[in-house]
C-alpha cells in the first residue's frame, strides 16, 4: 500500500521560507517521479514541480527560481523549499506519485502566507 505523508506546512510572513517533507513508503519500488502540487482556495489544483530518480527537477513558472526539491533516496523523503513567500503562495500543498497508472496523494497540508 502505497502511503505519503506531508510535513512542516504552517503559517509563515511573506518573504519567508517555508520547507515542507513528504515521507513515501509502500511495498512498491517504483517511485520513480514525485510531484508536488498545491491547491489554493477556490483555486485548482497546479502542479509545483518534480523530482525524478536521477534528482532531475522542474517547476512550474510561478515558483520557478525560488524554489527547491530534493530528495533523500534512503529515507524515502522528498523536500520542497520556497522561499520569497507571496500570499499568492498560500494554498494546501500535496505530494504525489503515480504507479501504473494511478494516482497516490498525500492528505495535504496547509501553507498560509500573510502580508
Known amino acids: 500500500q502505497v502511503q505519503l505523508v506531508e510535513s512542516g506546512g504552517g503559517s509563515v510572513q511573506a518573504g519567508g521560507s517555508l520547507r515542507l517533507s513528504c515521507d513515501y513508503s509502500?511495498?512498491?519500488?517504483?517511485?520513480?517521479?514525485m510531484y508536488w502540487y498545491r491547491q489554493a482556495p477556490g483555486g485548482q489544483r497546479e502542479m509545483v514541480g518534480e523530482?525524478?530518480?536521477?534528482?532531475?527537477?522542474a517547476y512550474a513558472d510561478s515558483v520557478k527560481g525560488r524554489s527547491k526539491i530534493t530528495r533523500d533516496y534512503a529515507k524515502r523523503v522528498v523536500n520542497l523549499q520556497i522561499n520569497n513567500l507571496t500570499p499568492e503562495d498560500t494554498a494546501v500543498y500535496y505530494c504525489?506519485?503515480?504507479?501504473?497508472?494511478?494516482?497516490?496523494w498525500g492528505q495535504g497540508i496547509q501553507v498560509t502566507v500573510s502580508s
Open positions: 504525489n506519485t503515480k504507479i501504473a497508472n494511478t494516482d497516490y
Open positions: 509502500g511495498s512498491s519500488t517504483n517511485f520513480n517521479l
Open positions: 523530482v525524478d530518480i536521477f534528482g532531475t527537477t
